[in-house]
């Protein structure tokens, strides 16, 4: 079951994402922290949503060509 799209999500919060994917500072899977402290208005649960949506859509957004 895919994850709707947390009202609270930017174009901005994904482009950090990738970016930090690609720095390979940290495992993604323990990247929430690293949301909330570039993104200090996502709560926990706000971050842990953005993370999981962008988990789950990563592969729609950046296909394989």
Do not use: I
């Amino acid at each position: 079951m895919k994850t709707d799209k947390p009202e609270c999500l930017t174009e901005d919060h994904l482009m950090f994402l990738d970016d930090l994917r690609e720095s390979g500072q940290t495992n993604m899977f323990g990247a929430r922290p690293y949301v909330q402290d570039e993104f200090p208005d996502l709560s926990t649960m706000e971050a842990k949503q953005v993370l999981l949506y962008w988990m789950e859509t990563f592969s729609e957004r950046h296909p394989r060509d």
